[in-house]
């Protein structure tokens, strides 16, 4: 499609007159239903709203996601998901077809902004301190007693989407996170979604991608004196799988 000027015409206009207006009332919706049913109920059950809404949004795309080692998820545990990052779609790859209830680590400042801040807390994503060290801890650890069984801690350790899906440096914040919560890091891969949605445009394209779920690292040998091989262990990880399946 992308050296075929006739089909891509044609799917641009199928994704400015349907697949965005689609787009944008299913995160209306699904974002509703989470919100709604984390009150109701509670967020294990309110995170269904949020994977209905990736799912119908990669199938309108359209985008085929595979899962690969999806035998190393204990539905029994919780982990800290370390993961590469290519695309905004890798968000709704991992929501939707991760099986994990996926929760974001964001800024305490934000739980001041209107609905967004309120909606954030009741679905179960984390507000930590980042200015201070100490208060992140506490409120770390307040966590921890929240978490209950099949959760993922999401970071994008890249802390940017990489241009051309080679891995960039990885940031210390999610592991410095998995060692202060004590949780497993499981190290995802994912490939094909820069080829879907380049970064930093909106050339929109159909495609396949797939999730690489590699075994768990346990932590508990690590602290922030060897935090570095920690972070090796798990970059070295998540390079074979873009070498295997890139």
Known sequence: ????????????????????????????????????????FNSNIGYYGGVMGARLSC?????????????NIDR????????????????????????????????????????FGFACEKVGHIFVDRSDREASRESIQEVKKSISKNVGILFMAEGTRSSTGKLLEFKKGGFRF?????????????????????????????????????????????????ITELIELTKQNIQKGLDDYS
């Open 178 to 226: 998995a060692i202060d919560i004590d949780l497993p890091i499981l190290p995802i891969t994912i490939t094909g979604t820069r080829n879907v949605l380049p970064n930093k445009t909106i050339k929109l394209f159909p495609g396949k991608a797939k999730i690489i779920i590699h075994k768990p690292i346990d932590i508990s040998k690590y602290n922030e004196e060897n």
């Open 1 to 40: 499609m992308r050296n075929n000027k006739i089909l891509y015409s044609l799917y641009s206009i199928y994704k400015y007159l349907i697949f965005f207006p689609i787009f944008g009332i299913v995160t209306i919706i699904s974002s509703f239903v989470a919100v709604t049913f984390s009150i109701l």
């Open 76 to 115: 029994n545990k919780s982990y800290v998901v370390i993961s590469n990052h290519q695309s905004h779609y890798d968000v709704l790859a991992l929501v939707g077809f991760l099986k994990l209830n996926l929760k974001w680590v964001i800024k305490k400042e934000l739980r001041k902004i209107p609905f």
């Open 59 to 71: 199938y309108f795309t359209p985008i085929f996601i595979k899962s690969i080692g999806k035998e």
